[in-house]
Nanobody, 124 residues
Framework: QVQLVESGGGLVQAGGSLRLSCAASGRTFSSYAMGWFRQAPGKEREFVATISWNGDSTIYADSVKGRFTISRDNAKNTVYLQMNSLKPEDTAVYYC?????????????????WGQGTQVTVSS
């Protein structure tokens, strides 16, 4: 059974930083792309970033490009999201997801397993 467990969320002031982690178990972590999505209250879940199975390819949403960095450590079965220069509009529940293949273009249907989410709140 695949499990994804996010951590690292919290409350931060605008301009601050947070690093999210997602620990995976239950399948060969290094064989699949990983992604981060987020969902704000009253809004649909949206793509944030994705990283390929070996880390050689990353894609970001325009809204986070230049501020967020996705990375992975296959030896630790963990994917990270470093978030800098946070804005109040980044406030959301952030979800880690495991893709169905080596690469993903960031579409929700590319992913078959999801974590429970971690809350990120950015105060102005």
């Amino acid at each position: 059974q695949v499990q994804l467990v996010e951590s690292g969320g919290g409350l931060v002031q605008a301009g601050g930083s947070l690093r999210l982690s997602c620990a995976a178990s239950g399948r060969t972590f290094s064989s699949y792309a990983m992604g981060w999505f987020r969902q704000a209250p009253g809004k649909e879940r949206e793509f944030v970033a994705t990283i390929s199975w070996n880390g050689d390819s990353t894609i970001y949403a325009d809204s986070v490009k230049g501020r967020f960095t996705i990375s992975r450590d296959n030896a630790k079965n963990t994917v990270y999201l470093q978030m800098n220069s946070l804005k109040p509009e980044d406030t959301a529940v952030y979800y880690c997801a495991s893709a169905k293949s080596y690469y993903s273009r960031g579409y929700i249907y590319d992913y078959d397993y999801w974590g429970q989410g971690t809350q990120v709140t950015v105060s102005s």
